[in-house]
């Protein structure tokens, strides 16, 4: 950009899909297993920047505009860096739900003017008693100071267009840090050690939802500990029902590992039940489509028994067959909405 800059002066520049950054929310080492991205700003395809990279030069050079951050949500498909079976990107400022990822705060830090002060990561690390943790502070004050515990770990001048990294020893508790501006506290900001899940907390976006068929509530949901905060690393499943004039139009979590779908199907509406007594024919011949064998009242009993839960099926490469069974289904399963019938593996 400079030499193209030197070579055209007076033409305008501006960064159409800049960083390419990518992160999952919440989470803060790679794992390539589950599908997750570090949400500290160290990470970008190999053709991309991080957020302080690319802000960092962008912001001194004058005859640059601005940029354009690729992207503002993460979306589906185009999952990177890891693939199937991811379904997400991991490149948005928010998750899929508009929940920030902690580059969020950076941008904010120096996008706006009002003091920012952003801590991360959180502090529930069982297992890691004294271990060094990553410990990072976001912010646009001039100088930040953290403590563990009331204890200060040190006060430092925050570079522009930057950010300020500590190693901190873990020991449960309170991380906190305040910002300053000509020696004055302006922001403070902590995260706490929470207890275990205790309680789904709800909160919705509008005071109140009227039962006309066309208004709309965001419900946020939270998995909280017995003091009502959020513990960051529940991982528990919910489901949910609802009573009177509305319906669900959607659900979500962000999780850009995650298949269930945002259409919400709620579960205590289905019965599951197992269905057996499978039997099973062989037939070297093609063309079994026709045959009587595919009949309803077609006796047999003679057919072998098979076992549809088994790891391997009877089929081999080639071989084809014809399973047969008979399921009772009840007038209530009739009256449903809808009967699903699930095979295994034949």
Known sequence: MDAYHKAHPEQPNVGSEQGSTVSTRGIYANDPVRGYVSAYDDNAPEWANTAEQ???FFAPRPWLSG????????????????????????????DTCGYPKDNYWYYQSWW?????????????????????????????????????????????????????KWKVAYAPGTLAAKGYNGGKVVAEEKVETTGAAAAVQLTSDAPAVKADGEDAAVI?????????????????????ALEG???????????????????YVGEATVTKRPIDGW?????????????????PEFDDASWTAADVTAAHGPLANNERAIYRTKVKVTAEELASPAVELYFAKI
């Not at 949901?221 to 489901?239: C, E, F, H, K, L």
């Not at 004039?245 to 259409?263: A, F, K, L, Q, Y």
Request: with cysteine.
């Open 54 to 56: 690319w802000w960092g």
């Open 67 to 94: 940029g354009f951050v690729w992207t503002g949500f993460d979306y589906r498909g185009e999952p990177t860096p890891y693939a199937w079976p991811c379904i997400s990107s991991h490149f948005g400022i928010l």
């Open 112 to 164: 706006t003017a009002a003091p920012v002060l952003h801590l991360l990561p959180h502090w529930n690390w069982a297992g890691r008693e004294g271990q060094e943790i990553d410990v990072r502070a976001l912010s646009n004050c001039e100088e930040v100071e953290l403590f563990l515990n009331d204890k200060s770990l040190g006060r430092q001048p925050m570079p522009r267009n930057g950010s300020i």
């Open 220 to 240: 946020k949901v939270a998995i909280v500990d017995a003091q009502g905060r959020v513990v960051p690393t529940a991982g528990n499943r919910v489901s949910f």
């Open 245 to 263: 004039p509305g319906r669900i139009v959607g659900v979500g979590n962000g999780d850009p590992s995650c298949h269930e779908p945002d259409v």
């Open 279 to 295: 039997r099973i024919k062989k037939f070297a011949e093609r063309g079994i489509e026709t045959r009587p064998e595919l009949k």
